[in-house]
């Protein structure tokens, strides 16, 4: 068994339902159940000597990155401190720019979080919608803009032991940038066993206003522009007039007051007199439980994703374990997440290619759309993630 620091920033209760938070914590969970000795190290104030993050105990230090390019005393201290086997690095693309990520003589482990687009890709999305959603958008413009040779660099330069990626999608991007196919391994997420086979609550379904003959779709997530809900809202009203039994249901921690107030667009697209009265927005915060039951009641998940926030967003695997048919975009790592017996693929951003997504998706009656028809994929449980990992570190 090894002694294992995972080194991120970020690391806070309410980050660990979020990607890439989710798998980092989880892995760092499913090595302590098989009997590793593994801290987290993280930054933000401390709420005393022995914290814990969900069962994992956490280190808080003021920063876990390099300021100013320099050396960053209080987490070489942190990690001597725990003197471990492993460190595993928590990386994007930006921290090849100026992060210094190994310590010597243990094994140092990186984890790529990040989804990689080419300049096209987000070409392709438009300069006012980048600018708009910037806060997104910024770090994989700034992705595409590092040259190989900088990457290639700081890997020579920090000497890792081994890089792990979600998707195989990632995996081959960073094959072209310039790293060698067996530097980096692919360890794909898991999912909660709550999602598995979860029925539909037909009451539940009632309680929130739909008939037992409307199409419900789904969409959950953050209802920011390029996440997809804008797009959606748009083509959601073309495909309701070829069907006038397509009702939208957008599940929201937002409410919408406050939603309206931050994004006038997205305001004028819920109070659009053509749709407004067959979307049903719930607003406010569901638990883990609630939310599975929510998309379980609808027949359709949407997550039109314009851009990905991070690497192997775990909606996807979650509605396919719901035996779900999936409306999503060909962008990023999304069609290798999805099935192909249960997914319909749309154009990011583009408005009619997302409407004829929705009318093949949701073609014949109600009972056809979700349940019996559709197959759930072997997803895995995180419990094989561990184990995949735990093996992984071992061989090392």
Request: overall charge neutral; some cysteine.
């Given at each position: 068994m090894k002694k294992i620091c995972l080194v991120a920033s970020g690391l806070q209760p309410h980050t660990l339902r979020l990607q890439p938070w989710r798998y980092l914590h989880q892995v760092a969970f499913e090595l302590a159940q098989r009997g590793h000795t593994v801290t987290l190290i993280s930054d933000g104030p401390a709420s005393g000597p022995d914290e814990e993050l969900a069962g994992v105990p956490i280190q808080r230090i003021a920063t876990v990155t390099n300021p100013r390019w320099g050396h960053n005393t209080q987490l070489e201290a942190a990690l001597r401190t725990n003197t471990p086997d492993t460190v595993i690095w928590h990386l994007g693309k930006t921290s090849f720019l100026h992060q210094r990520f190994r310590l010597p003589d243990v094994t140092n482990?990186?984890?790529?979080?990040?989804?990689?687009?080419?300049?096209?890709?987000?070409?392709?999305?438009?300069?006012?919608?980048?600018?708009?959603?910037?806060?997104?958008?910024?770090?994989?413009?700034?992705?595409?803009?590092?040259?190989?040779?900088?990457?290639?660099?700081?890997?020579?330069?920090?000497?890792?032991?081994?890089?792990?990626?979600?998707?195989?999608?990632?995996?081959?991007?960073?094959?072209?940038?310039?790293?060698?196919?067996?530097?980096?391994?692919?360890?794909?997420?898991?999912?909660?066993?709550?999602?598995?086979?979860?029925?539909a609550d037909e009451s539940l379904r009632a309680n929130l206003g739909f008939t037992s003959q409307d199409k419900v779709i789904v969409y959950f997530g953050a209802p920011s522009s390029l996440r997809g809900l804008h797009t959606l809202l748009r083509a959601f009203a073309i495909a309701r007039q070829q069907d006038a039994q397509l009702k939208l249901l957008i599940l929201s921690r937002r409410h919408a007051d406050e939603l309206i107030k931050e994004d006038a667009q997205l305001g004028r697209l819920l109070n659009d007199p053509a749709i407004a009265a067959h979307v049903h927005l719930r607003s406010g915060y569901l638990s883990a439980?609630?939310?599975?039951?929510?998309?379980?009641?609808?027949?359709?998940?949407?997550?039109?994703?314009?851009?990905?926030?991070?690497?192997?967003?775990?909606?996807?695997?979650?509605?396919?374990?719901?035996?779900?048919?999936?409306?999503?975009?060909?962008?990023?790592?999304?069609?290798?997440?999805?099935?192909?017996?249960?997914?319909?693929?749309?154009?990011?951003?583009?408005?009619?290619?997302?409407?004829?997504?929705?009318?093949?998706?949701?073609?014949?009656?109600?009972?056809?759309?979700?349940?019996?028809?559709?197959?759930?994929?072997?997803?895995?449980?995180?419990?094989?993630?561990?184990?995949?990992?735990?093996?992984?570190?071992?061989?090392?």
């Open positions: 482990l990186g984890i790529f979080t990040s989804p990689l687009y080419h300049m096209s890709e987000l070409a392709a999305l438009g300069l006012v919608r980048l600018i708009k959603g910037y806060e997104l958008s910024a770090v994989h413009v700034l992705g595409t803009l590092i040259p190989r040779q900088v990457l290639r660099h700081s890997l020579s330069r920090n000497l890792l032991d081994g890089l792990v990626v979600q998707t195989a999608t990632t995996r081959t991007r960073l094959i072209e940038l310039g790293l060698e196919p067996h530097e980096v391994t692919v360890i794909s997420p898991g999912i909660d066993d709550g999602w598995y086979q979860q029925q439980t609630a939310l599975i039951h929510h998309v379980a009641a609808a027949d359709v998940v949407a997550l039109p994703f314009e851009l990905v926030p991070s690497d192997a967003p775990l909606s996807l695997l979650e509605a396919q374990a719901l035996a779900k048919p999936i409306i999503t975009t060909d962008t990023a790592c999304l069609s290798e997440l999805t099935s192909v017996g249960c997914r319909y693929l749309a154009q990011p951003a583009d408005v009619p290619s997302l409407a004829r997504a929705i009318q093949r998706a949701t073609q014949g009656a109600r009972s056809t759309l979700s349940g019996h028809h559709i197959t759930a994929p072997p997803i895995r449980r995180w419990r094989q993630v561990g184990t995949e990992w735990s093996h992984f570190i071992q061989s090392r």
